[in-house]
């Protein structure tokens, strides 16, 4: 990736580039590199400020860890979009340890989460940039929590699925009833005995490792 | 309350109101009101903006609702603080339901939600100030969602207990146990049980509408 592209990249998805000196763009620059991911790498561990991750191919996955190691997605990153709540140093706020996960192989930018900060001191709109992304993610979160509360199952694992079916244009989801738990904040041993209710419904199709939706109408009407 | 007084609030409460012009400072204070909130009172409901809400006596409470009545509460505010997800014109990022309650007899200063928006523009600090305080609840709401999804049900009603002695400075809570369950977002029927738990163990009296503690030790051990 060469510098035209890294400048083309920041002037794309941070607002207030145009308002930075030339200086505090060189340190910018100069404070970030660019990183490609093996789908499954763990990218960030909540611990230690791992920096602003910008996405431009692949996917991330954030997630919160129990002691036991249980897991609960939180949301996914898609390319274009970033990840503030890895970058500690920008977001003192935030005392909650996340997880950062590649789910496929992603190329990303790194910016370095001291020098972001250090900029923010000095322009508001960095600052408020940084808050906002950080903000926007809270009713993602409130969401997941609502999912996960407050719904039944049959309604939860209609949802993943007509999501799923939609982002891949593909009535196939090519994910282990594992995964799909994991995604979900379940238990593998649930969401298997609600896709065999759902086979023995005729909704779903199961097979080794995937799962094809023949009933999208009845599927949908479960979601609502 | 007189003029002097509210100037004296806002003074205390709002770290940039003193980058504020007179004229702004007089919008300010034109669009609050001062309102005394009678305990159980719902004061906002999800839907509009309520504006910003500053406690000088009593509690809130807010909280999530299902669609079938269930609640989750996600964190209290008392004197000093301030409630800023009630203010939706304030945080455009905000798209979740939130409800707040006065849990005591509460005397509010309720800032118009409007007004702030428009002094945010101007002035980055009220805008800066506005989504730090949001964030900072966001951390809080990590909390209550790892404590409900992860840990064990004694674990939590022994940590919602240990906390309640320590705040009223008293070891008799007096709280039913439909109340705690509301708190805790779960059922009257599992914090029954397990405070029955708790009482054949020792660890806590139980008699109409209170609770007693009596061997803080082992209820602390249960907390680790």
Same mark, same amino acid.
């Given at each position: 990736?060469?510098?035209?592209?890294?400048?083309?990249?920041?002037?794309?998805?941070?607002? &207030?580039? *145009?308002?930075?000196?030339?200086? !505090?763009?060189?340190?910018?620059?100069?404070?970030?590199?660019?990183?490609?991911? /093996? %789908?499954?790498?763990?990218?960030?561990?909540?611990?230690?400020?791992?920096?602003?991750?910008?996405?431009?191919?692949?996917?991330?996955?954030?997630?919160?860890?129990?002691?036991?190691?249980?897991?609960?997605?939180?949301?996914?990153?898609?390319?274009?979009?970033?990840?503030?709540?890895?970058?500690?140093?920008?977001?003192?706020?935030?005392?909650?340890?996340? &997880?950062? *996960?590649?789910?496929?192989?992603? !190329?990303?930018?790194?910016?370095?989460?001291?020098?972001?900060?250090?900029?923010? /001191? %000095?322009?508001?709109?960095?600052?408020?940039?940084?808050?906002?992304?950080?903000?926007?993610?809270?009713?993602?979160?409130?969401?997941?929590?609502?999912?996960?509360?407050?719904?039944?199952?049959?309604?939860?694992?209609?949802?993943?699925?007509?999501?799923?079916?939609?982002?891949?244009?593909?009535?196939?989801?090519?994910?282990?009833?594992?995964?799909?738990?994991?995604?979900?904040?379940?238990?593998?041993?649930?969401?298997?005995?609600?896709?065999?209710?759902?086979?023995?419904?005729?909704?779903?199709?199961?097979?080794?490792?995937?799962?094809?939706?023949?009933?999208?109408?009845?599927?949908?009407?479960?979601?609502?």
């Amino acid at each position: 990736m060469d510098r035209n592209e890294l400048i083309s990249l920041f002037n794309d998805n941070f607002p &207030f580039w *145009d308002h930075l000196t030339e200086r !505090d763009k060189e340190t910018f620059i100069s404070s970030s590199q660019h990183i490609s991911f /093996e %789908k499954g790498t763990n990218i960030h561990n909540g611990n230690y400020c791992t920096g602003i991750i910008l996405i431009r191919t692949g996917s991330l996955r954030l997630y919160i860890l129990s002691d036991e190691g249980k897991e609960i997605t939180l949301y996914r990153l898609f390319p274009g979009e970033m990840c503030m709540l890895s970058a500690s140093c920008v977001l003192n706020n935030i005392t909650f340890d996340v &997880f950062v *996960d590649s789910e496929e192989n992603s !190329d990303c930018v790194v910016v370095g989460g001291c020098a972001y900060a250090a900029l923010a /001191e %000095k322009c508001n709109e960095a600052k408020i940039f940084a808050l906002e992304t950080a903000l926007t993610r809270f009713s993602d979160v409130m969401w997941v929590m609502q999912q996960i509360l407050f719904m039944s199952m049959d309604k939860r694992l209609a949802i993943f699925l007509s999501d799923e079916i939609s982002k891949n244009k593909s009535d196939t989801i090519n994910l282990t009833h594992e995964q799909i738990a994991k995604y979900m904040g379940s238990a593998r041993e649930v969401v298997t005995r609600m896709l065999k209710y759902f086979s023995s419904e005729g909704i779903v199709e199961l097979s080794r490792g995937g799962i094809k939706v023949i009933d999208k109408k009845r599927l949908r009407a479960l979601t609502i």
